[in-house]
């Protein structure tokens, strides 16, 4: 998992999504946090105040679970 510490590009903004966007996409947030709990999708990034990140491959993972 990447840290947010370092400036992130607006292009790479434009691909991340929270962890509320992305069940809200999917309707499964306390899923998608379990899953990062055991291991079956960790964010992509952390941002430092601990919000998890997802990038369009992430998604594709998550849609396969």
């Known amino acids: 998992i990447q840290s947010c510490k370092k ?3 607006r292009r790479e903004w434009n691909h991340i999504k929270t962890v509320k966007q992305v ?8 899923d998608i946090t379990v899953y990062d709990e055991i291991g079956l999708l960790a964010p992509t990034k ?7 990140l997802y990038d369009d491959a992430a998604l594709g993972t998550l849609q396969q679970i």
């Open 7 to 9: 400036h992130m590009d």
């Open 23 to 30: 069940s809200e996409l999917q309707d499964q947030r306390k």
């Open 46 to 52: 952390l941002t430092d105040s601990g919000y998890r």
